[in-house]
């Protein structure tokens, strides 16, 4: 069955500690990997769309990669405001739908 | 800088009512989802729309009816809540099929 897993489910950072979290798929022909923050009571907000092994985006201490089976987003330094539930998600190929993780909710401490 | 909207924001209904969740959109994207999220399930594929006039039913479609009468608006019906709907809605829209879909920030629903 297709899936989308994420790890850690929590991550407690102290300000400055960088840090990874991981998003596995098992889907094939992969037709792209998306990345959302979800503040407390907010919706998903969109961050990055990789399509490719060896992609590589960034948004200020956010960068995402992904390869053939596994996206990681790596928080470099963090800053408490980083503090959010970061969501991955897959379309898979005979549906319409994004197919979420769980999400790993990350805190950084000042 | 809108984006999607979705109203209300919190409601209390009792079983057996019904009501309806709006969700506009202002970025003219064709294709519109409901969603909903609950704790340690994810977000959950309700029902979507690949355009205006059309509604396609996601994973978890039983209890909802949804209709898209112009393309921006996207609306979701509860025609009898039951508490197992007590939940947070979200509706989001895309460009294009499969691609990066912008969510609104909710609607809070309790049913008693």
């Known amino acids: 069955e297709d899936q989308v897993t994420q790890s850690p489910e929590a991550l407690r950072l102290q300000e400055g500690e960088s840090s990874s979290l991981n998003c596995s798929y098992t889907?094939?022909?992969?037709?792209?990997l998306f990345w959302y923050r979800q503040d407390p009571g907010k919706g998903p907000e969109f961050l990055f769309t990789l399509y490719s092994a060896g992609e590589e985006k960034e948004k200020e201490r956010l960068k995402a990669t992904l390869t053939k089976k596994e996206s990681f987003l790596h928080i470099t330094a963090p800053k408490p405001e980083d503090s959010a539930t970061y969501l991955c998600?897959?379309?898979?190929?005979?549906?319409?739908?994004?197919?979420f993780g769980a999400g790993t909710t990350v805190t950084v401490r000042a | 800088n809108a984006g999607v909207t979705q109203t209300p924001k919190f409601r209390v209904l009792k079983t057996g009512q019904s009501m309806t969740l709006l969700c506009a959109q202002d970025m003219n994207h064709e294709y519109m989802y409901w969603y909903r999220q609950d704790p340690g399930m994810g977000l959950r594929l309700i029902h979507y729309s690949v355009g205006e006039g059309t509604t396609a039913k996601g994973e978890v479609p039983d209890g909802y009816n949804v209709s898209r009468l112009k393309k921006q608006n996207f609306l979701l019906g509860l025609e009898s809540a039951a508490p197992s709907q007590t939940s947070v809605y979200f509706c989001?829209?895309?460009?294009?099929?499969?691609?990066?879909?912008?969510f609104g920030d909710g609607t809070r629903l309790s049913i008693l």
């Open positions: 998600a897959v379309p898979f190929p005979n549906d319409y739908k994004l197919s």
């Open positions: 889907v094939s022909g992969l037709r792209g």
């Open positions: 989001a829209s895309s460009y294009r099929d499969r691609g990066a879909q912008h």
